[in-house]
């Protein structure tokens, strides 16, 4: 159950991530984020609401508040490294954040079989050759370093943090609507200030722009919700090392949707890359 739950993670991440790569081409990333994070406060509040989840309200609660304020940040922090790039080198490198809750779980006394130790060396080589990078070619700016590495430990971070935010599962519904109201509470803050600054929060054509990219909105959010969620049960049912490796192969998925929507061709070393996440996979599964 852990792989599968894992693995749901990762097509929901790839999924959310792709929708939202294709938003922030019209929309400021601001906008995308609160938007669709609004989207997921209000569906999350009627369902947390209907399953009496507030009775599990617990000091483990602010586990999903540093969640939700570290979320945003490694966002936007990955969006400016993506805008100074080069992308073929900073989309990889930002799932390095799986070193976080694979640290974690191994400082909590996890110890993967040697099967699973291998099965994580070849996963991880195989995300980051996924996610296209560049051996060569134009210089990694040091802010655009900087600003991937955080992003890294901050979708890490989250990852580690959700999974300890709840034990049930209406509890895991309430400590989703917290992250997410923090979430929403960060990024308006952020938005606020970068009007006030001069940016724009809204994309060329106006509000209408945005309602017409309610649906688009929705599905980010709402897939980012679920994945957080599959995570979280991924990680209850079985070893943190084994789903925070199965949960962030979604830049194989993000790298597929692309090929499949977009008519991207895969590069050589992403498709490699695949092949070899794939197999990474496979001896986690067996394991």
């Given amino acids: 159950m852990t792989a599968l739950f894992a693995l749901a993670t990762s097509l929901l991440w790839g999924l959310a991530d792709f929708g939202g790569g294709l938003l922030t081409r019209r929309t400021p990333a601001l906008t995308v984020v609160v938007v669709s994070q609004t989207i997921a406060v209000a569906v999350l509040g009627a369902v947390f609401l209907a399953t009496g989840g507030w009775h599990e309200a617990g000091p483990q609660l602010w586990f999903a508040v540093a969640a939700g304020a570290v979320g945003p940040v490694a966002m936007l922090s990955f969006y400016k490294a993506l805008a100074l790039g080069p992308m073929g080198v900073?989309?990889?490198?930002?799932?390095?954040?799986?070193?976080?809750?694979?640290?974690?779980?191994?400082?909590?006394?996890?110890?993967p079989g040697l099967l699973q130790f291998a099965g994580i060396a070849v996963a991880v080589v195989g995300i980051l050759m996924a996610g296209g990078p560049e051996f060569r070619g134009t210089p990694v700016?040091?802010?655009?370093?900087?600003?991937?590495l955080l992003a890294a430990f901050g979708f890490g971070a989250v990852m580690a943090l959700i999974a300890e935010s709840s034990t049930t599962v209406t509890g895991l519904f309430l400590a989703l609507f917290v992250q997410r109201v923090t979430n929403v509470a960060v990024g308006g803050t952020a938005l606020y200030v970068s009007v006030k600054r001069g940016g724009a929060a809204l994309p060329e054509g106006g509000g209408a722009v945005v309602v017409a990219a309610l649906p688009a909105l929705a599905f980010v959010g709402l897939a980012d919700v679920a994945a957080n969620g599959t995570y979280a049960i991924a990680a209850q049912q079985g070893p943190v090392t084994v789903a925070a490796v199965l949960a962030s192969l979604y830049p194989v998925i993000t790298a597929l949707a692309a090929r499949g929507v977009l008519k991207e061709r895969l590069r050589g070393v992403q498709a490699v890359g695949a092949g070899v996440a794939l197999v990474g996979t496979l001896l986690l599964a067996t394991g």
């Fill in 141 to 148: 700016q040091r802010q655009a370093l900087v600003l991937t």
């Fill in 90 to 111: 900073v989309s990889p490198l930002g799932s390095l954040g799986v070193a976080v809750p694979v640290g974690v779980g191994l400082v909590l006394g996890e110890r």
